[in-house]
Structure formats: structure tokens, C-alpha cells
């Protein structure tokens, strides 16, 4: 046998994980310099929220609810907020949303009285909802599929640097008065979207490129991604789009990938946003006796372990695959949880904080780039975007409630395993379920 054709029948190299250079549409980079700007916003608005409650002469717990009014209103609108991205387009619902949130700032700063901060806060997380799923469409529509999980990333990692940097600058402005950061917000809202207004004109243009790209720079992918439907625009605008391309709850709910994930994002919101912000810093001040400023520390240690897994997460979801990141994610974070209980002094308390921040950024791109491969870049699936949104908020809102409880009733170790139980619930849900990046 010859050598020429020995070489022939030599199997090919394996496929190297390194995936194509995709260049960022300009699209995504204005929804990423928007998501910066709104989260340097609520950034610097919540460490003075609970302080100005107060300033009423309310108790601490009044002065939570004012916190938790916010969080409450996304639950409840986020079925509107999904009927409205399919009537009204993406673009428009993100605009109005932001418009009602800083409307809500500006009022709060106003307030006259505990009830009226209650009420214009609460009326804010309507807004808030409307622009979360409406950007999380744009996303889906304008990013290439075979960069899902990447700009996920990115666009995740510009809201964390956000929220890194706004308590920062929120704590200067508090010095020149508790009103100054709300209007603040509200004119960094104003802002955003003007910017999204004026530099993202057209997104069905915008989503018809991003598929164009996605032909010529992945001519190896078939496009059958859960019936996707990207073949379906007809070049006209994006209200027409909607019209001819819905993809109804009903039919997301059949798929087994759509339901794990929406296992996964309850077991997210209840450990990263909900006993994270609720039980961690409790934790600290009273379980290992640390000042108010270590406390303050775990969550930023967090956060800085959730910023170093987004550097690679996204890149590796859209490599490897969605299923094994939110199954490494849910197993990091769900054992980081249940241990941080029973750490017994700081040392390991930043630590096993480090490492649950790093199992939340884990999964975070790649749930994103589930629900974006159920959909498609070319259909409008507004409802299954706010049915994903509630089950995270759902467990922001559930999860401290139920670890107070477990708190006062035993202590608070098997508070923070519960974390670890319902991540093992969601760990079960996806083993079954197929990968959405190979359908």
C-alpha cells in the first residue's frame, strides 16, 4: 500500500474544542454597554434603598419589604411582559420598560412617605421585567447560535462588573443626600434608552445578519435546532415577524431540556440571588460573629468567583456543549451551598463563597443559550422568555423564606443545604434531557 494512500485512509485529526472567530455584531455590543449602564444604576441604588426605607421611621423588616416589593412586581408581570414582547417587539418593550423603571426612581426619590417609596418601588419591577425579557429576545434574535453561550457571557459579565462598581459610586452619592442616587439611576436609565433607541434601529435587520453570519461561519451546523424555525422571515419588519413566528409555551414546555432548565434557573435564583443576598451576610454576623464588613465581603467574594467562571463558561458551552456546564454548575454550587453552612471561620467562608460564585457562573451562560436554541434566532417566544425569568425570581423569592424558616426552627446549616437539595432536584431533571446545542 502506498504512503499516499495510507494517508488517505488515515482518520481525520479530532476536532479541536477551539471554536471559529465570531465577530461581535454591533447590535450586541449596544445591548452590552446598556446592560452595564443599567447595572451600575441599581448598583448604586440598593445599598441606599433599605437606609432611606428607615429614614421613615420604619422597622427593618418594612424597610426588607420595600426591597422585596421589587422582586415581587417581575414575578407577577412577567406573563405581561412576555405577551408584550410578542405584540410589541423586543425593542419597543425594552424601551418602555426602562422608561418605567426610571419614572420609578425618579418618583422614589420624591417619596413622601413609607407607602409611596413601597408603591413607586414596586411599580419599578414592572419595568425591570419588561426590559429583562425583552433584552434576553434580542439577545436570541441578534447573536449568532454558534456564539450563544459566548455573548451570553459577555453580556452577564457587563451586568456583574455593574453591580460591582455601582454600591461603590452609590455610597459617595449618599453623602450628598439619599434622593441623589435614584435620580442618578433614573438619568442612567434615560440614557440607555436613548442609546438603544437611536444605535439599534432595526433588529429584524440586526437578527437576518446574525443568521447570514451563522450560514457562512458554520456551514457545518444543519439548523434543525429544535425546530428553530430560521427560515421562516420574510425580510419584513419585526412586529410582521412576531405575527408569523410564535413559539408557544405549550410547545417549549414538550421539550425535556426546556423543563430542566427551568429546574435549573429556580435552583439559581434560590442560591445566588436569593440566600446569597438574604441568609449569607445573616450568616456571617451572627453564625461566625464578623462584622457588617465582612458580610459585605462574601458577597462581593462571590461575585468575583462568578466573574472568573464567565472569562471561560460561555466559550466552553458553546465548545462542549449546555448540558455538561449546568450539570458542573449545579454540582459546584449545590455542594459550595450546603457546605458554606458549616464553615466555622473566614478563611473558609471566603473560600467556599469563591466557589459557589464560580458554580452560579458555571451555568449562567449556558442556561441563556438553552433557551435561545429553543427558540431560534428568527421566532419570538416572549412567553417561554418570561416563564424562564419567573422560575428564577420565583426562587429568589421562595429561597430565603424557606431558609428563615429552617433557620428558626433548627439553625443554619440545614438552611443552606437546602440549597443543596433543590440544586440536586434540578442535577436529576437534566440528566435525562438532551443537549440542545446538538439538536
Do not use: H
Not at 114 to 139: D, K, N
Not at 157 to 176: Q, R, T
Not at 203 to 213: K, L, T
Not at 305 to 311: D, E, K, Q
Amino acid at each position: 500500500m502506498s504512503s499516499s494512500t495510507a494517508s488517505s485512509n488515515t482518520p481525520p485529526a479530532k476536532k479541536s474544542p477551539d471554536l471559529p472567530a465570531v465577530k461581535l455584531p454591533r447590535d450586541i455590543k449596544v445591548l452590552v454597554a446598556a446592560a452595564f449602564m443599567i447595572a451600575i444604576g441599581f448598583g448604586i441604588v440598593a445599598p441606599v434603598l433599605p437606609q432611606f426605607a428607615q429614614s421613615f421611621d420604619v422597622s427593618v423588616s418594612a424597610a426588607a419589604v420595600v426591597v422585596s416589593a421589587f422582586a415581587f412586581t417581575r414575578l407577577l408581570f412577567a406573563p405581561m411582559s412576555g405577551w408584550l414582547v410578542e405584540r410589541m417587539g423586543e425593542r419597543r418593550t425594552y424601551i418602555l420598560g426602562i422608561l418605567i423603571v426610571a419614572a420609578s426612581s425618579a418618583a422614589c426619590a420624591f417619596a413622601q412617605n413609607y407607602w409611596q417609596l413601597l408603591l413607586y418601588r414596586g411599580l419599578g419591577g414592572i419595568g425591570s421585567t419588561m426590559f429583562t425579557v425583552a433584552a434576553m429576545g434580542l439577545l436570541i434574535r441578534l447573536a449568532p447560535p454558534q456564539a450563544r453561550g459566548r455573548i451570553s457571557s459577555l453580556y452577564a459579565g457587563s451586568f456583574l462588573l455593574g453591580n460591582i462598581a455601582g454600591p461603590a459610586v452609590g455610597g459617595l452619592l449618599a453623602g450628598l443626600g439619599m434622593q441623589l442616587p435614584f435620580l442618578v439611576y433614573a438619568a442612567a436609565l434615560v440614557l440607555v434608552a436613548l442609546l438603544v433607541a437611536t444605535q439599534l434601529p432595526s433588529v429584524a435587520a440586526a437578527a437576518r445578519r446574525a443568521a447570514a453570519q451563522a450560514r457562512t461561519g458554520a456551514a457545518t451546523d444543519n439548523g434543525t435546532s429544535f425546530q428553530s424555525g430560521r427560515g421562516t422571515s420574510n425580510g419584513a419588519g419585526v412586529s410582521t415577524a412576531v405575527k408569523k413566528a410564535v413559539l408557544p409555551l405549550r410547545e417549549a414546555l414538550g421539550m425535556p431540556a426546556y423543563r430542566a432548565v427551568l429546574t435549573s434557573g429556580f435552583a439559581n435564583g434560590w442560591s445566588a440571588f436569593g440566600i446569597r443576598m438574604a441568609l449569607v451576610p445573616l450568616f456571617a454576623t451572627v453564625a461566625l460573629e464578623a462584622g457588617t464588613e465582612v458580610a459585605g465581603l462574601s458577597l462581593a467574594v462571590f461575585a468575583v468567583g462568578t466573574g472568573v467562571a464567565l472569562t471561560f463558561s460561555g466559550k466552553l458551552a458553546d465548545a462542549w456543549g449546555r448540558k455538561p456546564m449546568i450539570l458542573s454548575g449545579l454540582a459546584v454550587n449545590g455542594i459550595a451551598m450546603g457546605v458554606l453552612g458549616f464553615t466555622g471561620n473566614e478563611f473558609w467562608f471566603f473560600l467556599v463563597s469563591a466557589i459557589a460564585g464560580l458554580g452560579s457562573g458555571l451555568m449562567g451562560p449556558a442556561q441563556q443559550a438553552v433557551v435561545a436554541d429553543v427558540i431560534g434566532n428568527e421566532r419570538s417566544g416572549g412567553k417561554v422568555l418570561a416563564t424562564f425569568q419567573m422560575s428564577s425570581d420565583l426562587g429568589a423569592i421562595i429561597g430565603p423564606i424557606a431558609a428563615g424558616m429552617l433557620v428558626d426552627a433548627f439553625s443554619f446549616g440545614p438552611a443552606f443545604l437546602m440549597a443543596t437539595a433543590v440544586a440536586l432536584i434540578s442535577f436529576l431533571f437534566w440528566l435525562p434531557a438532551k443537549d440542545t446545542k446538538l439538536l
